[in-house]
């Protein structure tokens, strides 16, 4: 049996369910991250998606394991150049570019709030809504510091530099990453009252 207190771990463990049944939500996880990917506002150098949202949404209903693997696979699918990223290329090429920062943290997003998930805070708002914004903040902080120092632009063949980093890549996002916490914390929240009757 597992003990995690996920959602999906709570609802859909057992025999019955097995390794056909994960696949399933890998694949399931995939085409939402693709979907939250393609639903966008295009800013430079990295575009306003849904995919934190999805993904804190995915880790809270998984737990820490499965959420991490589909992030991967999600990853390995653009990396082998299915279209699931919020650009029109994919390919190794694009985890080299402006959003590759970002896109490793959402790595460490799925591994944090599916943490908190195995743990039961699906039903512990506060504490679901403290591990997104911890999750969220060390996100910011990757995306930052590839944007800053590694990525080198192609406007300009120089990187960023931490001020054009922050005002391009990070602070037109922190709004709206708050408001994409709260929702997907109440969003849980409600989903575990639910899975409990």
């Known amino acids: 049996m597992n003990s995690s207190q996920a959602i999906a ?23 939402l991250l693709t979907l939250s990917a ?9 575009p306003m ?9 995915i880790a809270a209903a ?14 390995g699918a653009g990396a082998a150049g299915l279209p699931v990223f919020a650009g029109p290329i994919a390919g190794p ?37 403290g591990s997104m914004l911890v999750a969220d903040i060390i996100c910011f902080a990757l995306g930052f510091t590839w944007l800053a120092f590694f ?9 960023l530099g931490a001020e054009v980093a922050f005002n391009a890549g990070i602070k037109p996002y922190i709004l709206g990453d708050l408001v994409k916490i ?6 849980v929240a409600a989903i575990a ?3 409990r009757k």
């Open 93 to 129: 090429a694009y985890l080299m570019g402006p959003t590759a920062g970002f896109l490793a943290g959402f790595v460490i997003i799925a591994a944090i709030v599916g943490w908190a998930a195995d743990r039961g805070y699906a039903e512990k708002p506060f504490r679901l809504m």
């Open 62 to 75: 998984y737990g820490s394991r499965l959420a991490v693997a589909t992030v991967v696979a999600y990853l």
């Open 151 to 159: 990525f080198v632009s192609s406007k300009t063949g120089n990187t």
């Open 38 to 46: 393609k639903i966008q506002v295009p800013f430079w150098p990295v």
């Open 182 to 187: 709260g929702l997907a914390t109440a969003s």
């Open 9 to 31: 771990a709570r609802t859909l463990d057992g025999p019955v369910f097995g390794a056909a049944g994960k696949a399933l939500l890998v694949a399931f996880g995939i085409a």
């Open 193 to 195: 009252r639910f899975a």
């Open 49 to 57: 998606t849904l995919q934190t949202i999805a993904i804190m949404g």
